[in-house]
């Protein structure tokens, strides 16, 4: 199962096994004792409190609806021995010892505080637009020699060693980049945005984050896309981004000695969510110089909270990734960088074209916008399909992974070389005003093998880079040199290179992909649709990309604004917003985002920001899964080590029994991490009546901080004498004493809104008469995963709600 009550998930296997000891259990009491083997009876007190009316109020709370033993795998999951998945912390925990530390900040600490804020949303905003430019830099640098030495020897007729040389140069980065990411850093395959949008959702998978992927991220991302993969680096910004963020909020590292008392503030989930939210938006405006469209993005797209001081400093964020932009732009613009030049990071001007259209015009666009639309929503399936397919690849090992890689490099570097050669030269327009054929390494006129004074107009879009091919396509300036069949050609090609690329293991983003594939289509239907509208076939290309990204990304507002600030065209905008609509609309009629549906294939649950509405039907005590596992207020040594080591709960009710109070109440809840922190200071004390009562003076919140990498303390770093074993503990200052608690009776679509909302990692459920136990249940994000909710109550037709 994911997570009951806190349970670290290890994906596959482990999920199975804890499925068949659901099973064991069984779900009908909602209060449990410890039913795990091996448990002595020393340790039987620990979650016993009045089970013997579970037994009598069994009838009352009897759900109507016929339950059974959830067996179904909670993680259908794509590359299933990468990582164990947690729940991160997002509530603020309201505790004696955070109490104590709030108190006793003063006005400088607090000014401080919010200094380091903005310096770390400044940093952010700085790392991510010198990464952008680097990657930017060595793409066109390192594609273009290899493109200038493939064009030099076919000018020599030397057409086999051409391909040999293009193609071994791909093979050659393609080969490196797999290597990084099946030996370094598995979790930097792919675009990242899933994993940064699980992360801002709750979602915490180990090494997602971490300096190492950080690393292959940046290099992998310029290898792969130096290959001639059809794959961008405008993925990997975001989740580069998000991994300079974190870097920078892991507030120290203990491990190296390298922690201050002035950056403890950031030792929280809470505080590293706003400045990933943060790196995320600096990764888009790097990728795209689209400093607006980020944090729309952000907004839109990435983040599952949002606030208004939060706007500001995403804003801020972007903006400095814009400032360092335009600089190091200025500064290649003279020739400093080699083949890098303003060309170099992506901007497409199109504003010469005409901005007055007609109800033909706006047909043609509608048309446009519903054809992309199926389209996008196929590409969205096979794309599944195809992640399915090679996760059963790359879970065999590295050289399978590298194998897969180095095929999809030869037959990427096949179509692109061989594809050409089935175009018609034609002769170079008499009006034209760039030199044709080109001359240098891009261009919009290819000679390839041709004669001179004509040029390949299909080679004109392979043997460029992405961004190249791009701009000739979005180009208003040329109108007919494109053909029609080459238009075709390129768009299929593209739009299946792009489908079997991704999935493979190397650092892949999805934006460009989609952007190629619908400009050659808007391009390609500008042609066909030129009796019956003027717009302009750069327009067409433009609306044509709008209108994929739309039909595969499901985003309106920040991809019409990112098109917007690409193109400096603010004309453009109906016409973007209306393609937008049409083919989200009509795309959404069959299947859920690319995105959403990666989530999905990687297992990482993540919780929609509505309800499924089936869940109108349940109430929380109808999803809760035991055991249930409590401590008293003042507790033995023996007993939490004994619960801590035999169960992989994060999260722990506490209990207070008379004569601490007049009955047996709720006190709150503990953290495992609190606990463990406890057990190794050895907070002890000898008589159970006498407990140490200087606890708030002998640890601080600073011993609870959380580490940024890393899994923190666990239960084989303490060390717990024999004769420390019956000694005791109070809970009480390390206990939320505020925890979110609902009635049993609550209707699940309303805690599960509630849940997302508050971002929690644990709600507890109440019961809703007196003599019962204070506590019914945990509910956790497992406990409203469809999968969990279905495999409870399998006679549910999910799709009548639909």
């Not at 290899?146 to 393609?174: D, H, P, Q, W």
Request: hydrophobic letters at 45%.
């Amino acid at each position: 199962m994911l997570e009951p009550v806190g349970t670290d998930i290890k994906i596959g296997e482990g999920a199975k096994k804890m499925d068949k000891e659901e099973a064991s259990r069984g779900h009908g009491d909602y209060v449990h004792d410890i039913e795990n083997d091996g448990v002595e009876d020393e340790s039987a007190g620990i979650g016993r409190y009045w089970s013997e009316l579970s037994d009598k109020t069994n009838a009352s709370t009897k759900p109507l609806l016929v339950k059974r033993t959830n067996t179904t795998s909670q993680i259908a999951i794509v590359g299933s021995n990468l990582f164990p998945i947690e729940s991160l912390d997002y509530e603020i925990f309201d505790n004696q010892i955070f109490k104590q530390d709030w108190r006793s900040r003063t006005k400088v600490q607090i000014l401080q505080y919010l200094t380091l804020k903005w310096g770390f949303a400044f940093l952010i905003g700085l790392g991510s637009g010198l990464v952008g430019f680097f990657n930017s830099f060595a793409v066109e640098n390192i594609a273009g020699f290899k493109l200038i030495l493939t064009i030099s020897l076919m000018s020599e007729s030397r057409y086999v060693e051409a391909f040999v040389a293009y193609a071994g140069v791909n093979i050659c980065l393609a080969a490196a980049a797999a290597a990084l990411c099946a030996f370094i850093a598995p979790a930097a395959a792919g675009s990242g945005i899933p994993e940064v949008k699980a992360y801002l959702n709750g979602v915490d998978a180990h090494t997602i984050l971490a300096p190492s992927t950080l690393c292959v991220k940046i290099f992998g991302s310029i290898l792969g896309v130096s290959a001639g993969f059809v794959v961008g680096k405008e993925g990997p910004m975001v989740h580069t981004g998000a991994c300079i963020a974190s870097l920078l909020g892991q507030g120290g590292s203990r491990k190296y000695g390298l922690t201050w008392n002035w950056l403890r503030y950031f030792k929280n989930d809470r505080d590293r969510r706003d400045m990933i939210t943060c790196g995320a938006a600096a990764g888009v405006a790097a990728a795209f110089r689209a400093p607006v469209g980020g944090v729309l993005f952000a907004l839109e797209e990435a983040a599952s909270w949002w606030r208004s001081a939060l706007l500001w400093r995403t804003f801020f964020t972007t903006a400095v990734v814009a400032i360092v932009s335009r600089v190091a732009i200025g500064f290649c613009s003279t020739g400093k960088c080699g083949l890098f030049g303003e060309g170099g990071l992506i901007m497409y001007e199109v504003s010469s074209a005409s901005a007055t259209y007609s109800a033909t015009d706006i047909l043609a666009v509608i048309i446009l916008g519903i054809i992309a639309g199926i389209l996008g929503s196929l590409y969205n399936y096979l794309v599944d399909k195809v992640v399915r397919t090679y996760s059963i690849i790359n879970e065999k090992g590295a050289a399978f992974k590298i194998s897969l890689v180095v095929i999809i490099a030869i037959l990427t570097s096949s179509c692109y070389y061989f594809l050409p050669w089935i175009a018609n030269c034609t002769p170079c327009p008499s009006d034209v005003t760039v030199s044709c054929p080109s001359l240098d390494n891009s261009g919009e006129y290819r000679r390839f093998q041709c004669p001179p004074g004509y040029y390949n107009d299909l080679a004109s879009l392979f043997l460029n880079t992405n961004d190249d091919a791009i701009r000739n396509l979005f180009s208003p300036k040329i109108t007919k040199e494109f053909h029609i069949s080459s238009l075709f050609i390129y768009f299929v090609t593209i739009f299946f290179l792009g489908i079997i690329t991704y999935g493979i293991a190397i650092p892949s983003g999805l934006f460009i992909p989609v952007i190629l594939a619908g400009a050659g289509y808007g391009r390609l239907i500008g042609r066909l649709f030129e009796p019956i509208t003027k717009l302009d076939r750069g327009l067409f290309a433009l609306l044509g990309a709008a209108s994929f990204l739309g039909g595969t990304m499901r985003m309106t507002v920040s991809i019409c604004v990112i098109l917007l600030e690409l193109t400096n065209d603010l004309l453009l905008l109906p016409l973007v917003m209306l393609v937008l609509l049409v083919s989200k609309t009509v795309a959404d009629n069959f299947n859920k985002g690319v995105y959403d549906q990666i989530l999905k294939i990687k297992g990482l649950p993540y919780m929609e920001a509505h309800a499924e509405p089936y869940m109108r039907t349940l109430v929380t005590r109808d999803v809760l899964s035991g055991p249930l596992i409590t401590f008293f207020g003042i507790e033995k040594v023996r007993d939490i080590l004994h619960a801590l080591t035999t169960t992989g709960h994060n999260g722990f009710p506490v209990i207070d029994e008379p004569p601490i109070s007049d009955s047996p109440e709720l006190c709150g809840l503990v953290l495992r991490s609190h606990l463990l922190v406890l057990l190794k200071e050895k907070i002890f004390s000898r008589d159970k009546n006498l407990v140490d009562q200087s606890t708030l003076q002998r640890i601080s919140a600073l011993d609870f901080g959380k580490a940024g990498s890393g899994k923190g303390i666990k239960v084989e770093d303490l060390d717990i004498e024999d004769e420390e074993m019956d000694l005791y503990v109070d809970l009480h200052p390390i206990t939320n004493a505020s925890p979110y608690t609902v009635i049993e009776t609550m209707s699940l679509a309303k805690a599960a809104i509630l849940f997302r909302q508050h971002g929690l990692r644990h709600m507890c459920v109440v019961p809703k008469s007196q003599g019962r136990p204070p506590i019914v249940g945990i509910l956790t994000r497992h406990d409203f995963m469809p999968e969990h909710v279905l495999g409870l109550y399998p006679n549910i037709d999910s799709h009548k709600w639909q």
